[in-house]
C-alpha cells in the first residue's frame, strides 16, 4: 500500500503576510471639508452681531461664543487647544502678537502669529472678562461658562449651533472644517506652504500639502469669462 505524503497545512496569512498594503490616495481639497470665503463672512458677521445684540441687553453668551468663533477661524486653532488655552497664552502686549499653544496634536508646542484685529479683540475680551469677575491671571482659562472651564464639545456644540441656523451645517462638517477653512484661505493668499505649516504646526509637510491644490472657487474664478 502505497505511503500518503505528509502535506504540511499552509499557514493562515496574519496580517504582516496579505502582501503589500495598498497606500491610501493622498487627501485634496476634494476630500477635506472646508467652508467658502464668504460662509466664513457670514458666520463670523452673524456671531458678531449676535454679541453686539446681547451686549445690548446685557447678556455674555453671545460675546464668548463670538470671541471663540473669531479665534477659531482667524488662527486655525484646533477645538482641543481652544478649550485648554490659558489667559497667560496670550502674548499681547506691545510689539508682540502670538499665542502660545501647550502639547497640541502630536504633543507639540508652540507660537502662531495673529493679526491685529484679533488681538484688539483678545484685550477687549480680557477686560470683559474682568468686569465680570473672571480671573485674567495667566493660569486662568480663557474660556469659562456657568460650570467651569469649557470642553471641546462645548465648543464643537456652539459652532454646530450657528451652522445650523444658517443652513451651513452637514454631518462631518462642523468646527474642525473651520481649520481646514483656515488652511485653504491662509494659503490662497500667497501660496506659501511654509506659512501655512507653521500656523497650522504641522510636523511634516505632508501634512499641509492639501492645502496646496485648486480649490472649486479657484476653478470658478479662472474659467469666468472664458473664450469672451
Not at 40 to 54: S, V
Not at 162 to 169: D, E, G, H, I, Q
Not at 207 to 223: G, W
Amino acid at each position: 500500500m502505497r505511503n500518503k505524503a505528509h502535506i504540511l497545512p499552509f499557514p493562515k496569512p496574519g496580517k504582516n503576510d496579505e502582501g503589500p498594503r495598498r497606500k491610501r490616495p493622498p487627501k485634496t481639497t476634494d476630500t477635506i471639508k472646508y467652508f467658502s470665503r464668504n460662509q466664513i463672512k457670514l458666520l463670523r458677521r452673524t456671531a458678531r452681531e449676535q454679541a453686539e445684540l446681547d451686549a445690548q441687553k446685557g447678556k455674555i453668551t453671545g460675546i464668548r461664543e463670538w470671541m471663540a468663533i473669531d479665534l477659531l477661524t482667524s488662527t486655525g486653532l484646533r477645538v482641543s487647544e481652544a478649550a485648554n488655552l490659558k489667559c497667560g497664552d496670550l502674548k499681547i502686549g506691545y510689539s508682540d502678537s502670538r499665542i502660545f499653544i501647550h502639547n497640541g496634536k502630536g504633543s507639540i508646542s508652540g507660537h502662531i502669529i495673529i493679526h491685529e484685529a484679533l488681538k484688539k479683540h483678545l484685550k477687549q475680551f480680557l477686560a470683559f472678562k474682568q468686569a465680570n469677575g473672571e480671573g485674567t491671571a495667566e493660569d486662568d482659562f480663557l474660556f469659562l461658562g456657568q460650570r467651569g472651564k469649557w470642553t471641546s464639545q462645548a465648543i464643537q456644540q456652539l459652532v454646530k449651533k450657528y451652522l445650523k441656523a444658517l443652513n451651513l451645517y452637514e454631518k462631518g462638517k462642523s468646527a474642525h472644517a473651520l481649520r481646514h477653512s483656515y488652511g485653504v484661505e491662509l494659503y490662497s493668499k500667497e501660496k506659501d506652504l511654509r506659512a501655512v505649516q507653521k500656523q497650522l504646526r504641522h510636523i511634516s509637510i505632508q501634512s499641509t500639502l492639501i492645502y496646496a491644490d485648486v480649490t472649486e472657487e479657484a476653478i470658478a474664478s479662472q474659467i469666468k469669462g472664458l473664450w469672451q
